[in-house]
């Protein structure tokens, strides 16, 4: 079942239309065995600043191209992308270490996202406000110009095309720069399928790098003059620098970050489908979602019942190398990642939770885990584990679920199960984070909704036209037909 061909030789960057051999490459792991899956172009500043260059160069053409030919081109794109998708879920298998099913669903779903960014094609860009003076009175939306679209591994097709989709529909150019775990799906992939769609050169230009150079090509990317706007999903400590920066530039950035979602199990929920949202949410690609479900909170008179039916579900996942379909948990993307998990575990067992589910960890193999007896003095209630690793945490009422919840510095989505819908979503208003989902796991998103996060889970909006807004700039143009007196004074 393993992949036993040689690894890949990738083009290279991907600048104004061209594919530039790289200097330097990084070897790009597969982390199932850690063998060599490929060999990335390894850039820095004058990578990034050579493509921000050739972005700047193409924007006035694509700014001012029809809308129809935009909106056609994000067409092509989805059907180019579609026409790809074995390649695709063959390189989630063994670049990101996903199962079979998680690189289907990530395929299906990119060619929904351009097709949306289609569609903010043909919206309104703009206001006619009331003037005074009888003016035509405007508050119209322009692209900005260059957007660095700076990408995670860990859904690296749906968050990557999410960055930078809409505002290239909307006339911006792009510089992506992907994550250095998956510089293919996340970033030379698309640099295909957009050459393959034809996109004018210098429209969308990918460049990657190992990550000891991710600082310089990094800063580039935010700091160059050049770059009029920033969208960056990954962690919250680069966020919150990412931010701190783009801020002191006075740059739009929209950062969408880490995550502490709980899933909320009333006394009166179907436990049949809140056991599966707990198993789908903690589980689905080995908790690596930045909405995986990290808590869950359970009535106190459904506990015991809510934990053995969960268990026993999750007790069912088959965990290993993704090359082989039924391998539902594959790897963890990294060592970094798997000494994360680690040190969350034992500070949890030595600090006395118990295991009710799992607990091995073979290389980077983490078994689906259940914890209970966990507190808040243990890092795993506090940090983003990231990890098939999950507390399930009794409560009494509803108030102190929601003080469960919100006792996290982040707020990113969260998951209410009950058959009462209106305390459903009377709760759902008092919890601090920017998505809920009630019936349903904290694991949702469609392409065109206002995706994003409170707290230190992130800052501005994804999706349809809350990225429009993000990524355009609302300007006042009046015309006056006399209407309005001067001091007669002048
Ligand atoms: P990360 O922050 O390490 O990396 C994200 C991206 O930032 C990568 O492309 C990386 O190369 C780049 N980067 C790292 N250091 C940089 C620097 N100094 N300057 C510029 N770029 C830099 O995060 P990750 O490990 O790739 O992803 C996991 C994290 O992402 C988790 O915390 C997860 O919750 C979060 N995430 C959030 C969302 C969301 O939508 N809110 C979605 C997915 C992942």
Redesign the pocket.
């Known amino acids: 079942m393993l992949d036993t061909r040689p690894a890949r030789t990738l083009k290279g960057h991907f600048i104004n239309g061209q594919w530039v051999r790289p200097a330097r490459s990084f070897p790009d792991l597969n982390p199932n065995d850690g063998s060599l899956w490929a060999e990335a172009p390894d850039g820095g500043r004058a990578e990034a600043r050579a493509a921000i260059e050739a972005a700047q160069a193409a924007f006035p053409g694509w700014a001012n191209a029809k809308y129809t030919d935009r909106a056609h081109m994000m067409l092509r794109i989805a059907e180019v992308w579609e026409r790809r998708t074995p390649d695709f879920v063959a390189a989630v298998q063994a670049e990101g270490g996903g199962w079979f099913g998680k690189g289907m669903f990530e395929a299906h779903y990119v060619p929904e996202v351009f097709r949306a960014a289609a569609a903010v094609c043909y919206d309104s860009i703009g206001e006619v406000l009331p003037s005074e003076y009888g003016k035509l009175s405007t508050g119209i939306r322009f692209p900005m110009g260059v957007v660095s679209v ?6 690296p097709g749906i ?1 990557t095309a999410r960055g930078f989709a809409f505002p290239m529909a909307m006339g911006n150019t792009i510089v992506l ?5 998956t510089p293919y799906l ?1 970033g030379l992939f698309f640099a295909e399928v957009l050459e393959e769609a034809g996109v004018p050169a210098g429209v969308f230009n990918v460049v990657t ?1 190992a ?1 000891e150079h ?2 310089e ?3 580039e ?2 700091e160059h003059p050049l770059v009029k706007g920033i969208s ?8 919150r ?2 931010a701190a920066k783009a801020g002191a530039h006075l740059k739009k950035c929209c950062v ?4 502490k979602d709980s899933l909320i199990v009333l006394e009166d929920a179907d436990l049949e489908r809140a056991t599966q949202a707990a198993s789908f949410g903690s589980f689905m690609h080995q908790g ?4 995986s479900v990290e808590k869950v909170l359970v009535h106190e008179r459904i506990y015991t019942d809510f934990l053995r039916r969960f268990v026993e579900r999750a007790g069912k996942l088959k965990v290993g190398d993704t090359a082989d379909k039924a391998h539902v948990i594959g790897p963890l ?1 990294n060592d970094r ?1 798997v000494a994360r998990v680690k040190a969350q575990l034992e500070d949890a067992l030595a600090r006395g939770a118990k295991l009710a589910l799992g607990g091995g960890i073979r290389g980077r193999f983490v078994e689906p885990t259940i914890l209970t007896g966990v507190t808040p003095d243990m890092a795993v209630w506090r940090d ?1 584990t ?1 990890g098939p690793v999950v507390p399930v945490v009794p409560f009494r009422t509803d108030d102190e679920a929601i003080a469960l919840n919100n006792d996290t510095e982040y707020g ?1 989505s969260a998951g209410i199960f009950t058959a009462d819908e209106q305390r459903a979503l009377a709760m759902a208003r008092r919890l601090e984070t920017g998505m809920c989902h009630v019936n349903c796991s904290s694991v949702n998103d469609e392409p065109h909704v206002p ?3 409170s707290k230190a ?2 800052l501005g909006r ?1 999706g349809g036209r809350w990225s429009v807004e993000t990524f355009t700039e609302t300007r006042w143009i009046t015309l006056d037909r006399g209407g309005r007196p001067f001091p007669p004074v002048f």
Not at 150 to 155: A, D, E, L, R, T
Not at 288 to 291: A, E, F, V
């Open positions: 700076i990408s995670p591994w860990n859904f968050l720069k992907p994550s250095e775990d996340g790098c990550r991710v600082g090509m990094g800063d990317l935010v960056f999903t990954g962690s919250t400590p680069v966020g620098m990412i969408e970050l880490g995550g690596q979602i930045c909405m993307i990642q983003e990231f990113l995706f994003g996060g889970s992130g994804h």
